[in-house]
């Protein structure tokens, strides 16, 4: 299912290698996909090349920009089919992974996946911010990872209280996200967090990406998250 050569050739710039082992983990995942994809709707993207490019090679991008330590706990938010959660988990099985959504469908996808591949990991059904107040997961996390899941106000108060004081909240958005980051700065500041590192680049030719590094640098005030109407109503400023 995966182009391996495009796979490769996207990924080796930045100085990523896939192993075989792991390169027949993620086919799998991308075999999964495409067939669970035709009876319930996990993503619009489904030619294997684009599948290859803009998911997996994507995902697998984070690794460019940060050694994530072995043993590293993240928590994956708003997960959806598992990306980048599930892609980090079948590159590097030694990171535990938690992934979390909303839409319990798209967990039991993981879960599938997750079996299917001899691989371990924890799914939560729940809302980000009804997660975050609870003591099992409220900054017990070395990263929180979020791949289009709302805008930076609202995601940094979803994800910044999973993290643990020193760990990082890893924003992976589009290019055109300037005004967000500025917006947003207000926002991190009070959940504890500061930008650590701003990285704009190229996936392949005019495909730019970005992903933002917010270092928690403070716990969070326990007023954070607020309820989801408020957060909704009122993102933080
Ligand atoms: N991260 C995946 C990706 O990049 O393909 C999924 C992106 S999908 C557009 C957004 C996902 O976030 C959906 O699966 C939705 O259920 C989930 N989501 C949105 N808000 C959420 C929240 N507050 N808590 C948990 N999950 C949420």
Redesign the pocket.
């Known amino acids: 299912m995966l182009n391996r050569n495009l796979l490769t050739e996207t990924i080796e710039k930045f100085g990523i290698y896939v192993s075989d082992e792991a390169f027949l983990r993620l086919d799998k995942y991308a075999e999964m996909l495409i067939e669970t994809n035709k009876s319930f709707n996990l993503?619009a993207i489904t030619e294997p090349d684009d599948v290859t490019v803009k998911?997996f090679a994507d995902c697998l991008s984070i690794f460019a920009f940060e050694e994530i330590p072995q043993g590293a706990k993240i928590i994956d938010?708003?997960?959806?089919?598992g990306?980048?959660g599930l892609v980090i988990k079948l590159y590097r099985p030694d990171i535990n992974i938690t992934f979390?959504?909303?839409?319990k469908k798209?967990l039991g996808f993981i879960e599938s996946v997750l079996n299917e591949t001899g691989m371990s990991g924890e799914t939560v059904h729940?809302?980000?911010?009804e997660a975050a107040v609870l003591s099992k997961y409220r900054e017990n996390f070395d990263y929180a990872t979020?791949?289009?899941?709302?805008s930076l106000p609202v995601l940094s108060e979803?994800c910044l209280p999973f993290v643990k004081v020193g760990g990082k909240f890893i924003s992976m958005k589009s290019a055109e996200s300037n005004e967000e980051l500025k917006e947003a700065r207000g926002a991190i500041k009070l959940l504890g967090g500061e930008i650590s590192n701003d990285n704009l680049f190229q996936l392949v030719e005019n495909m730019p990406r970005r992903i933002v590094f917010i270092k928690k640098k403070s716990q969070t005030p326990t007023r954070y998250p607020r309820k989801?109407a408020q957060i909704a109503k009122k993102p933080l400023k």
């Not at 979390?100 to 839409?103: C, N, Q, R």
């Not at 729940?126 to 911010?129: K, Q, V």
């Not at 979020?146 to 709302?150: C, D, G, I, K, P």
């Open positions: 993503t998911h938010v708003g997960t959806g089919a990306f980048p979390l959504d909303s839409t798209k729940l809302r980000a911010e979020a791949r289009a899941v709302a979803y989801t």
